[in-house]
């Protein structure tokens, strides 16, 4: 079956947009967690959505948020956007929810080729 | 809070030789633990996860690790390098809903 898909790919923006990522989860999974990657902060947890529930968040500004629909599809929305937004942003499913993190303690997490954000 | 620390931002094997990444980790409890691997250009793999039960934990393409409460570790190993073993590679731990990575490790891996 498919993996997980996420679009855009690359997206190029500027200070003070905001922007809107999407991440199709793997069929049946109804798990979306969101990361960040950057070479200065490494990689760092966002949230995680459940059932259209958001269930873990993690250290970060309110600019940053999300939702899942009910196929389990899951948008992130940053809102003026920072130079330092500039990231490769990671999505992962999984078929139940997550220990923390989103992870779980028996499924495994998958991830997506990520969208890479350029901020100008 | 919790810590993760990944010693070698890069490490370098010839190919058949043992790989030997190290995790430790700072937590007040025992946490969850982690492995990812990262190749050029894609998203993560899971490679492995401790989370209760045998500390001994088997993952993917040949890799193991080992929990190790008295020493906060949880080094990630594997016997013989292949070519394909070469990419990045992230320790995680997780508790109370706070997942922290590790700076990550990148393996190279020679003819």
């Known amino acids: 079956k498919a993996g997980v898909t996420q679009t855009p790919r690359y997206l190029i923006k500027t200070r003070g947009q905001q922007v809107t990522l999407s991440c199709s989860p793997i069929?049946?999974?109804?798990?979306v967690s969101w990361y960040q990657q950057t070479p200065g902060q490494g990689l760092q947890f966002l949230f995680e959505?459940?059932?259209?529930?958001?269930?873990n968040k993690g250290n970060f500004p309110g600019r940053f948020s999300g939702r899942q629909f009910s196929n389990s599809r899951s948008e992130m929305n940053v809102s003026t956007l920072e130079l330092g937004d500039s990231a490769l942003y990671l999505c992962?499913?999984?078929?139940?929810?997550?220990?923390?993190?989103?992870?779980?303690?028996?499924?495994?997490?998958?991830f997506g080729p990520g969208t890479r954000l350029t901020v100008l | 809070a919790q810590s993760v620390t990944q010693l070698g931002s890069h490490v370098s094997v010839s190919e058949g030789a043992l790989v030997l990444l190290r995790c430790n980790y700072s937590?007040?409890?025992?946490?969850?633990l982690f492995w990812y691997v990262q190749y050029p250009n894609q998203g993560l793999q899971l490679l492995l996860k401790?989370?209760?039960?045998?500390?001994l934990v088997k993952g993917i393409n040949g890799f193991e690790a080992e929990f190790k409460k008295s020493e906060t570790s949880f080094h990630l190993t594997k016997p013989s390098a292949h070519m394909s073993d070469a990419a990045e590679y992230f320790c995680?731990?997780?508790?109370?809903?706070?997942?922290?990575f590790g700076a990550g490790t990148r393996l190279t891996v020679k003819p």
């Open positions: 069929s049946g999974h109804r798990s």
């Open positions: 995680a731990v997780s508790r109370n809903n706070d997942m922290r």
């Open positions: 992962a499913s999984s078929s139940n929810p997550g220990l923390a993190g989103g992870i779980t303690s028996t499924d495994t997490q998958y």
């Open positions: 959505y459940f059932s259209e529930t958001q269930r």
């Open positions: 401790y989370t209760t039960g045998a500390t």
């Open positions: 937590s007040s409890v025992p946490p969850y």
